[in-house]
């Protein structure tokens, strides 16, 4: 067997694992996937939004956190001004229930540090000033802590903005992120809580030292992971919904993941050792595991493909010279074969899986309005093929020492 | 939510589900290699019964009476197609088998076929004055040498053009010189043939590198 043979047959075997492992938890609590976690848990509640020049999108998302229907007399809505040189702060002062915390350019972990410190409920939620909880959220959200374990709960981002093929993509994507998310739920492993919309208990930043890292890029992957290495659950509320805006430019879209990706890999960095430390239970023995061999499959994948492109241009460019020489075809169609292999079956398979997830996530999440059109097919076969190119830029411009919120 | 003790187990049930789903395709890939293995043992063993036999039946017109040769060079010329698909059908059948199976004993045997047919075909153009042209080319089956790989597609490319336009008319015979075959590594020596591809017209000319379909064509 060819060592490219290996390579295939092995991410084929990791690929089907990782599907399987998720679709065999979805159809344990399928039934209950959507479930009430139980009675309402409407305790004190404040409601941070961090914001950094956000004029165009501050008013409708404080409206969505007004009218969420949690009870007025347990909600405080926090809104920090990082540093705005927009009109975000005229925007903010015209709700009058809103206390505004104007403050210098410090970063998005350190403003919200700051107005939890200044905020006077025991569970505090997060909300990006370009996102929009849906009716309720905020309740489904806070009925998790009623398990006192919890530390935090995040809900499930969809992309508001569906225009363009890249924010048709996005949705997408969080659509899967967020039905991968609640299956990972019930594995007690979700190691992300999105700023879109998560909520934290006190005590639970008290314990893990005091909130978010302002050193991490991706502060809401690094508060997740912190939380399950001290122990404290971190739980997805499927039914909190909550609409974000997506980037609609390449440009901002690049600049989001080279964040996301370089914040995963200091993220990692400060809690890799605990890898395979059954005390620290599926944070050790699954999650950290699991990020390191996306990582690693991720790198090694790339570079494999890029040597079976090269190889493949090469060989094309010495076949076309040499056929251009010898004034001989440079394309023939009868030697173009399909027969079936041992990867036919395999790449059925991997579809089908693929697939699976896919319908039962767009089932999921209705008010998406997935469509299966031209920017799913762009979705599944070049959207996630930019992925690793994107892991590799991140990894050299993290090793540079890349700073850039 | 999953309980504790599923929790755990979900990972276990799910990694020997994925071994059985993966070994299955292992299986199913590997019979599918097998069964294309066989169907060219089998056609091999086709040919090989027809060689004897139309070896038997021209022997037996010799003996019985002088005007055998138009037998005999119309069962060559069955048998130079035959050959010369069942050998592109290994060349492809190989690439597809990707579980090990690489076919380099059907490849073998099909390369000793080729060369009794090659030699078949010269005793009966000396013998029966047959109006063809016999082409060996000679090629490495096993190359790591992109510039070596792509000039022999070419190459290859080329020959298969004319064979094409002149059907009968010549004797394409390709052989693998690495396949550790005896009689064509000696032949390989006695015509010091050093670099590849290379084409044998008429056990005469010989052509090394790369050549032109025109250039082979002035030859035959």
Partial sequence: MEFLTGVYLFYILTTMYVSIVGLMVYYRIR?????????????????IVPAYNEEKTIGATLQAIIDNGYPKDKLEIIVVNDGSTDGTVDVVKKYKSVILL????????????????????????????????????LK???????????????????????????????????????????SLDAVHSVFVTPGALSAYRKTALKDIGGGFDTKVMTEDIEIAWNLLRHKWKTRM??????????????????????????????????????????????FGVFVIPFFISHLVISFTGFFVFLWVI?????????????????????????????????????????VLLFGLAIYYSFKTFKEAKIKIDFAFFFYALIYLSVFPILLIISLYLWKRGYAKW | MVSEHNEKSVFGKALV???????????????????????????????????????????????????????AVADNLRFSDRIYENGKKIDIYGKFNRLGNSLDDEKRKYALLKTEFWLNSILLRDKCGADYDTVVYFYLDDVSDDNIKQSQNVQSNILSSLKEEYGAGIMLIPLPIDMGISVVDSFVELKGISEYPTILINEEIKLEGLHSYEDIEKLI
């Fill in chain 1, 237 to 282: 509320a499927i039914r909190a919904k909550v609409f974000t805006s997506a980037p609609s430019k390449v440009k901002a879209w690049y600049n989001q993941r080279i964040r996301w990706n370089v914040g995963g890999f200091q993220t990692l960095v400060k809690h890799w050792h605990l890898i395979g430390k059954k005390e620290y239970n599926m």
């Fill in chain 1, 31 to 47: 039934d209950e996937f959507m479930d009430d976690p139980g009675a309402e848990f409407n305790k004190g509640l404040s409601v």
């Fill in chain 1, 140 to 182: 489904e959200i806070m009925k998790y802590f009623a398990d006192e374990k919890v530390g935090g709960v995040t809900g499930a981002a969809l992309v508001k903005n569906r225009n363009n093929l890249l924010e048709k993509c996005q949705a997408m994507e969080y659509v899967l992120i967020a039905w991968t998310r609640k």
């Fill in chain 2, 17 to 71: 589900f994925t071994m059985v789903l993966f070994f299955v395709g292992i299986s199913l890939g590997m019979f599918i290699e097998s069964h294309r293995t066989s169907l060219i043992e089998k056609q091999y063993d086709e040919l090989q019964f027809e060689v004897l036999d139309s070896k038997l039946r021209s022997d037996f017109y010799q003996l019985i009476e002088e005007d055998f040769c138009e037998i």
């Fill in chain 1, 310 to 350: 090269f190889s493949k241009l090469y060989n094309w460019f010495l076949f076309s010279r040499y056929s251009i020489q010898q004034d001989s075809a440079v394309f023939d169609l009868s030697e173009i074969y399909l027969l079936p292999s041992v990867f036919t079956y395999f790449a059925l398979l991997v």
């Fill in chain 1, 102 to 137: 104007d403050k210098p350019n410090s970063g998005k972990a350190d403003s919200v540090n700051k107005a939890i410190k200044k905020s006077k409920h025991e569970f505090v939620a997060i909300i990006d000033a370009d996102s929009y909880p849906q009716k309720n959220a």
